[in-house]
């Protein structure tokens, strides 16, 4: 099905857009090679630099690509393609990587540089530290994803507030019922208008957090994995808000998530 | 040294790792150009260590380094801190643009590191030329 080096790249005009199907978007399939990656690299920089990404935020945001391809690389299986899509939409750049190695462990929430002499380990807090959303999952044996976001600025789009993300943190049972919840300063939509029980309803089609956590595994598995911005319709205010996953923990019966809206989002 | 093969893609190859090392009677001048891509730490290292038997001071030379992932960083750390045992100067030339020293300033290893806009400030750094 893949090709050893494909790419396709769609642009389409600089209005932002608030469906996620109308964004300009990039896929990339690379075998595990070092030559290729420079090309995966390479028609990243070009379809982010053709969307309007400047100097200043683009150099960053390749900083944490390249480490995310490094290690997919690294990680990768003979033969098996590793995947880079990328997004661009309402003042905010996405990429993901993804690969069907053996899997890394997630990393923690703070993320520490190792001591100087340490060989290994700097990689995912450059990742992090060159990105506003900075997101890894992984499974055993499946393969791994990491999810990068970086806002940008842009005189052509509205000019994000970086106060504005992350939108919120809420802790949920396997229910889909809001355990806790922590918004931002900048949230505008309350936790009971959005956050509750019938949340993943609305979820695309989400219904709880075990057929997300499913539904994420399955986009792992097929290697079609995309995490883009997605809109969220809350049906208390009939308005749509672009959520992004910045962070998701999964445990038995609970998880963690961290939610971040897109700055330009609003009503419909 | 040249870098893993590029097939004939006559712009892949421009973009390709590479490695130089010039013995000067005081100093060992390592020069890495092009994409320094996690494939290529071996051959940096390889040059590294030939550059550490010398006993002499070394100075790295980065300026045309147009991309240098995190692994690379941690390799040349662990050569800075060789020479620093053997009580060898060292330096890097890293002018204030190119991509390896935002990646060094990102790790908050720039303090380890000696870094100069050019190669004659960094050899007269370590000791290896004359200020002029």
Redesign the interface.
């Known amino acids: 099905m893949h090709e050893e080096v494909s790419a396709k790249a769609r642009s389409c005009d600089r209005t932002p857009s608030r469906s996620p199907a109308d964004r300009p978007t990039l896929s990339v399939w690379i075998s595990p090679r070092h030559t290729h990656a420079a090309f995966a690299r390479e028609q990243l920089r070009l379809f982010l630099t053709e969307n309007g990404i400047g100097a200043d935020d683009l150099a960053p945001f390749m900083i944490a690509a390249g480490e995310a391809l490094a290690n997919a690389l690294e990680h990768a299986r003979a033969g098996e393609p590793i995947e880079i899509t990328a997004v661009v939409g309402d003042g905010a750049m996405y990429a993901t990587i993804a690969d069907t190695g053996r899997g890394v462990a997630a990393p923690p929430m703070d993320l520490y540089l190792p001591p100087p002499q340490a060989e290994r380990g700097r990689g995912f807090p450059l990742m992090q530290r060159c990105t506003d959303l900075f997101a890894v999952r992984s499974h055993s044996g499946i393969g791994t994803a990491v999810i990068l976001g970086r806002h940008f600025h842009d005189a052509e789009r509205a000019v994000p507030e970086i106060g504005q993300l992350p939108y919120g943190v809420m802790l949920v049972d396997g229910a889909g019922t809001v355990l806790e919840y922590d918004p931002y300063p900048n949230a505008e939509v309350p936790q009971h208008a959005v956050f509750g029980a019938n949340v993943f309803a609305d979820f695309l089609g989400w219904a709880n957090i075990d057929a997300f956590a499913r539904t994420f595994d399955a986009w792992i598995a097929r290697r079609d994995q995309r995490l883009v911005p997605f809109e969220f319709v809350n049906v208390a205010r009939g308005t749509r808000v672009t959520v992004l996953v910045a962070r998701l923990s999964i445990d038995d019966d609970r998880a963690t998530i961290c939610l971040a809206a897109s700055p330009a989002a609003g009503g419909t | 040294m040249k870098?893993?093969?590029?097939?004939n893609?006559p712009l892949?190859e421009t973009?390709?790792a590479s490695y130089r090392t010039i013995a000067e009677p005081k100093a060992t001048i390592v020069r890495a150009r092009g994409?320094l891509?996690?494939?290529?730490t071996r051959d940096l290292c390889k040059h590294l260590i030939d550059a550490l038997a010398r006993t002499v001071p070394c100075a790295i030379d980065l300026r045309d380094v147009s991309?240098c992932?995190?692994?690379i960083?941690?390799a040349l750390?662990?050569f800075t801190?060789a020479l620093e045992q053997r009580t060898l100067m060292h330096a890097l030339v890293l002018p204030s643009a190119p991509?390896a020293r935002?990646?060094i300033e990102?790790?908050?290893?720039s303090a380890?590191f000696h870094g100069h806009e050019t190669l004659r400030e960094a050899l007269v750094a370590v000791g290896a030329r004359r200020a002029s």
């Open positions: 870098g893993p093969s590029s097939g893609d892949m973009r390709m994409e891509d996690i494939t290529s991309y992932p995190a692994r960083v941690g750390l662990r801190l991509v935002r990646i990102l790790t908050d290893r380890l």
